[in-house]
T-cell receptor, first 114, second 110 residues
C-alpha cells in the first residue's frame, strides 16, 4: 500500500514552546490530508482537514490559532502546536488521501509537554 | 455523514473466526465502507474496503447486505497478533471527511 511518513515519532517539549509535526505522502499525491489526535484508550478525533493550497477546515472546538496546519504541496502537510501546554500532550496522527482509493495513515507522533 | 456503530469490545481465541459488525443506517449512495486496524501507539492500517456484496483479500472478508445499512468484517483464524482496535468508516472516495467511531477492541487469547 501507499506510504505516509510522519515525523517525528515522538517529541518532548517544554511548556510554552512550539512543536512542528510533518506528514509526507511518499508515493502518491495527497490532495487532502487529515489531522487527528488520540488520547489513551480513545478513538481518533478529527482535528482538521486540509486541501493542498487552501486553508484548513477545523472541527468545532479545535483552536486554529493553536494548531496551525499548512498543506503547501501535494506531498507535505505540517501541524504546528503553538505554545504547547501539558494538556496538549497526546498522540497525533495524520492521514493522506488523493490519487489512491483509500486514505493512508502516518505512524503517529507522541507529543509530551512538560 | 454516515455515523457508524460497532460493539465496544470482543473476545476470541486463537484459531477462531471473528466477525465484527458495523451499523451505518444513514449510508449514502456514494459511500464506501472501509475497515482499519490500529495497534497501540501506531497509526491505523487499512484492512479492506467495499461497496456492496462481498469483498475478500488476503487478510479478511467484508460482507455487505443489499441495503448496505451494515457491514461485517470477518477475520478467519485469528492469532494473538490480531489483538487490536478495528474501526469501520463510511465515506465517499472524494474523502471529504474521515470520522472515526468508537471502534471495536478485539482481544485474542491463547
Amino acid at each position: 500500500g501507499a506510504v505516509v511518513s510522519q515525523h517525528p515519532s515522538w517529541v518532548i517539549c517544554k511548556s510554552g514552546t512550539s512543536v512542528k509535526i510533518e506528514c509526507r505522502s511518499l508515493d502518491f499525491q495527497a490532495t487532502t490530508m487529515f489531522w487527528y489526535r488520540q488520547f489513551p484508550k480513545q478513538s481518533l478525533m478529527l482535528m482538521a482537514t486540509s486541501n493542498e493550497g487552501s486553508k484548513a477546515t477545523y472541527e468545532q472546538g479545535v483552536e486554529k490559532d493553536k494548531f496551525l496546519i499548512n498543506h503547501a504541496s501535494l506531498t507535505l502537510s505540517t501541524l504546528t502546536v503553538t505554545s504547547a501546554h501539558p494538556e496538549d500532550s497526546s498522540f497525533y496522527i495524520c492521514s493522506a488521501a488523493g490519487t489512491v482509493t483509500e486514505a493512508f495513515f502516518g505512524q503517529g507522533t507522541r507529543l509530551t509537554v512538560v | 455523514l454516515a455515523k457508524t456503530t460497532q460493539p465496544i469490545s470482543m473476545d476470541s481465541y486463537e484459531g477462531q473466526e471473528v466477525n465484527i459488525t458495523c451499523s451505518h443506517n444513514n449510508i449514502a449512495t456514494n459511500d464506501y465502507i472501509t475497515w482499519y486496524q490500529q495497534f497501540p501507539s501506531q497509526g491505523p492500517r487499512f484492512i479492506i474496503q467495499g461497496y456492496k456484496t462481498k469483498v475478500t483479500n488476503e487478510v479478511a472478508s467484508l460482507f455487505i447486505p443489499a441495503d448496505r445499512k451494515s457491514s461485517t468484517l470477518s477475520l478467519p483464524r485469528v492469532s494473538l497478533s490480531d489483538t487490536a482496535v478495528y474501526y469501520c468508516l463510511v465515506g465517499d472516495r472524494d474523502f471529504q471527511k474521515l470520522v472515526f467511531g468508537t471502534g471495536t477492541r478485539l482481544l485474542v487469547s491463547p
